[in-house]
């Protein structure tokens, strides 16, 4: 109970034309939208952000959105390349020179020690073993000095020949771990020698040997950048897959989520800021584009709401659409979205120019949403102009099945239309195939739901709807079964208004649908009171004769007060109710006025005692009932009712009701008017067309019989 009053509450705060019309409201609407756009958007816009660690598994499947270098890799291959390089080496003379020296130097201290006799074997052999190079042994010595000075001359030699061809090549660090084992093959192959000579010369040619190869860093260091330079990048390109879903976070996926921009804590405030710019422009140029529009297609504050609420829906939809293709790792969910729906909306709820506006916004957020693909921008653009016009008049709930249909085949020829564009052709058939699937289940999906939506639409705002209009001219609906059982003769004329306010709506551009219902309903509320109302009353008798005129005034104009609340009370849109409310205006009960004017003997009587209450009309189909309500009972009191009686009758009624006013808010021009009459007449002439008069039947059969 209590959620129903502020149901009502709410209705009537949104049908008070306070509300409609106020200029700081309607501001705060654009705002708002901009704000709920933007934040539903904004992270769909903003590239993903993922904050892993190694070992981590990963929730989602990741795909790469730009072509980037894939900097591990990259590096990895240089430094493959430059570990190819050799290191670069340079011969060295001076080492070679520096062993034969150290050898000639040992071997002659050796002789002059030799042929001193004089000198102790200890001096001798200390001597000796102070000019001996690092590494010669002990045993070396002593056996030295037990030879001859010729022998030792020999020796000496002997040794330096060995160093000299071995430190005459290339000699690395590395043949180190091999000098006794190449002096050991010299000796064996090049010279004969005996177990004591051969053990002395080995001794001191490897105690002299050393790397004659020097190593030159910056030249090693030269070739392996050379090396590395030559080595292409190793490319991410967009669309490569960087982790599927409950893959493992490696250090080198976590560097190619580096490279691609996806790996951060923070998000991209630069894109947030361009986004927020773009949105303000787009809100900005939609409130342009409404703003200007001719006052008789003006949107007021609720159907500003309602168009801001199908924006928020299709962005909702896009978000969503954008959490799947991340889910599944591919964008062909996308061709499924029902990307039309908005524009079906807002065609049927408004009307289809402003549905082709609005396409342009929902392709490119689409587009936007989807790493700015313009595929997705044709395609989106392609299925909403379609659905716009598509449904541009409904005469049924099979309207949109049949415009489903027709935004299926559009969708599968735009598809087809971008494989044909693209130069490589690397799309399998596999997606393609998918692709045509999802295109055509796309208008299925959009007129289903467009039919589910808009009910929800029409309730919570009262909206009217050319299906909810069908639905109210359905003879079954409560109201009218009352009408025709209560009081048949307001039906008929019920019936009649509405044919002529359809015909006359058609012609000056206002909605014949609405019209018409409108027409149905327009006087439910003589069911209160039906024999008080002459096109009800089955006999001559009229209880107006026996009560005051300002009585019968009373009675008559209740009519619209009552109907009003039995419309309210079965939930009628506004739009039905103003009709009810203004289809007399403030006209005047004139067969009362001069009723009670000639029984007034003290001239008190004023003729806006007579006036009906009101409202005057504000809309054009408001003014089209009230005349043809008018018209309507003036021609059916008509005796004789002539083509150029009826033209009169009407002429007149338009007439009275501009110089009264009853016009004055409406946006009907006196063309308009004009052109009416027209239509007037050839209905008109279809209802109360002349007869032949048929002859007395018993009379006949009378003479007959004689």
Same mark, same amino acid.
């Given at each position: 109970? !209590?959620?129903?009053?502020? @149901? ?5 705060? %949104? ?69 190819? !390089? ?116 080995? &001794?001191?040619?490897?105690?002299? %040997? ?33 982790? /599927? ?6 250090? /080198? ?56 609420? $199908? ?45 082709? $506006? ?90 289903? %739901?467009?039919? @589910? ?19 109210? /001219? ?8 009352? $009408? ?152 059916? /009191? ?5 083509? &150029? ?15 009264? @006013? ?41 003479? $007959?019989?004689?």
């Amino acid at each position: 109970m !209590v959620f129903s009053r502020w @149901g009502q509450t709410i209705r009537e705060y %949104l049908d008070d034309a306070r509300f409609r019309e106020n200029n700081r409201i309607r501001l705060i609407i654009y705002l708002a939208l901009g704000v709920v756009m933007f934040a539903i958007l904004v992270g769909s816009i903003l590239p993903p952000r993922y904050h892993f660690t190694i070992g981590q598994t990963s929730p989602v499947t990741i795909l790469s959105p730009i072509t980037t270098v894939d900097t591990a890799a990259t590096q990895a291959a240089k430094q493959a390349a430059e570990q190819k !390089v050799p290191k670069q080496y340079e011969q060295s003379t001076q080492v070679e020179t520096d062993a034969v020296n150290q050898v000639d130097t040992f071997f002659a201290t050796a002789a002059q020690v030799v042929s001193n006799k004089s000198m102790p074997s200890s001096q001798k052999l200390d001597t000796l073993s102070s000019a001996a190079p690092k590494g010669v042994s002990q045993p070396t010595l002593q056996a030295l000095l037990t030879e001859s000075p010729a022998q030792i001359s020999a020796l000496q030699k002997d040794a330096d020949r060995i160093v000299n061809d071995l430190l005459g090549a290339p000699f690395y660090q590395e043949s180190m771990q091999q000098a006794g084992l190449l002096v050991d093959r010299q000796l064996l192959n090049n010279f004969d020698l005996d177990q004591a000579s051969r053990l002395i010369v080995q &001794n001191v040619v490897v105690s002299v %040997l050393k790397p004659n190869m020097v190593y030159q860093a910056d030249a090693t260091e030269r070739a392996r950048q050379q090396a590395a330079a030559t080595v292409p990048d190793v490319m991410i390109h967009q669309g490569d897959l960087i982790v /599927s879903k409950y893959g493992i976070i490696t250090a /080198s996926v976590l560097s190619r989520l580096q490279d691609v921009g996806v790996y951060a804590q923070h998000p991209n405030y630069g894109v947030a800021v361009g986004f927020a710019a773009f949105i303000a422009l787009s809100i900005g140029l939609l409130a342009a584009y409404v703003e200007r529009r001719s006052p008789r297609r003006r949107l007021d504050n609720l159907m500003l709401i309602i168009l801001g609420l $199908v924006f928020v829906l299709m962005s909702i939809l896009i978000v969503l659409t954008k959490w799947v293709a991340n889910t599944a790792g591919t964008t062909s969910v996308a061709y499924v979205l029902p990307i039309s729906l908005g524009a079906m909306l807002i065609t049927v709820m408004m009307d289809s120019s402003l549905a082709v $506006v609005a396409s342009f916004y929902f392709s490119f957020l689409l587009g936007a949403s989807l790493s700015f693909n313009y595929d997705f921008v044709f395609y989106g653009f392609v299925a909403s102009l379609v659905g716009a016009y598509s449904v541009a008049k409904v005469t049924s709930r099979g309207t949109f099945m049949r415009a489903g249909f027709f935004v299926s085949l559009m969708n599968v020829g735009a598809v087809i239309t971008l494989h044909l564009l693209q130069t490589n052709h690397n799309e399998d058939f596999h997606s393609f195939s998918l692709h045509i699937g999802l295109a055509a289940l796309n208008g299925i999906i959009a007129a289903i %739901l467009a039919m @589910g939506v808009l009910p929800f639409f029409e309730t919570a705002f009262g909206l009217l709807t050319p299906i909810r209009l069908l639905e109210l /001219s359905n003879p079954n609906n409560p109201l009218l079964r009352q $009408v025709l059982m209560e009081a048949p003769g307001t039906y008929h004329h019920s019936l009649i208004v509405g044919n002529l306010a359809e015909a006359a709506a058609e012609i000056v551009g206002a909605d014949p649908l609405l019209c018409r219902v409108g027409a149905y309903y327009h006087d439910v509320g003589k069911t209160k009171r039906p024999a008080f109302f002459v096109e009800n009353q089955m006999t001559k008798e009229n209880p107006h004769d026996k009560i005051a005129p300002s009585l019968s005034h009373l009675i008559i104009t209740s009519h619209v007060s009552d109907g009003l609340e039995m419309q309210k009370k079965a939930g009628l849109p506004k739009p039905i109710q103003d009709i009810c409310a203004t289809h007399h205006g403030t006209t005047i009960l004139w067969y009362f006025f001069n009723k009670a004017k000639e029984l007034d003997k003290n001239g008190t009587v004023k003729v806006d005692d007579f006036r009906y209450p009101g409202p005057k009309p504000k809309t054009r189909e408001c003014a089209i009932l009230m005349i043809c309500d008018a018209v309507e009972a003036a021609v059916r /009191s008509m005796a004789r009712p002539t083509p &150029n009686r009826v033209e009169g009758v009407i002429r007149k009624i338009i007439r009275d009701r501009l110089q009264d @006013g009853q016009l004055d808010e409406c946006d009907l021009t006196l063309q308009d008017l004009d052109v009416m009459i027209a239509a007037f007449m050839k209905t008109l002439k279809g209802v109360y067309h002349s007869r032949i008069e048929y002859p007395d039947i018993d009379k006949l059969r009378k003479e $007959v019989a004689k």
